[in-house]
């Protein structure tokens, strides 16, 4: 697989039925290893190891109605009391980060109403603060500790 601009981390792949599979550790299942999912498991890992983030309030493929429909976000982080603050959408490496994909994860906030939105493609990272006050958003240079939500 390609290397991404996120630390390394232990991955478990498998062979299973002639299909590659990795290890989700917050759906503790083996999923089918795409491009896209190789960078959700990397920046997984450099969420809970690097920035604190507790597994347990972090998920998955959270799926949420929009204009009548099911979509699904690709992570979603959540304070202690389970109040959604960060969706997280990646994109695999090959895939340029563009305005498509960040008007995608803000058709999803418009349901969630989160405080973060991260795009990754596991080389380029985006992190935008809401700020709901001024109706606006701003770029951080990195994304926050869990601690600083």
């Known amino acids: 697989m ?3 601009n996120l630390p390394p981390c232990g991955i478990k792949i498998i062979n299973r039925e002639g299909k590659k599979k990795i290890f989700d550790v917050l759906r503790r299942r083996y999923v089918a290893l795409t491009l896209e999912e190789w ?4 920046f997984i890992h ?4 690097h ?3 507790p ?3 972090t998920a998955n493929e959270v799926m949420i109605k929009l204009n009548g429909t099911t979509k699904r976000c ?8 389970f109040t959604p603050r960060m969706i997280i959408e990646y994109k695999s490496p090959e895939c ?10 803000m058709r999803y906030n418009f349901v969630l109403k989160v405080d973060y939105l991260v795009v990754s493609n596991g080389i380029d990272h985006f992190c935008c603060q809401i700020d709901y006050a001024r109706n606006t958003y701003h770029f951080l240079p990195d994304v926050p500790c869990y ?3």
């Open 2 to 4: 390609l290397s991404l």
């Open 46 to 49: 450099f969420l809970i190891d």
């Open 74 to 81: 690709d992570t979603v982080v959540y304070s202690s009391d």
């Open 51 to 53: 920035k604190g983030y």
């Open 147 to 149: 601690k600083e939500l």
């Open 39 to 42: 960078v959700r498991q990397h």
């Open 96 to 105: 340029t980060v563009s305005q498509a994909v960040f008007d995608q994860i």
């Open 55 to 57: 597994s347990s309030f």
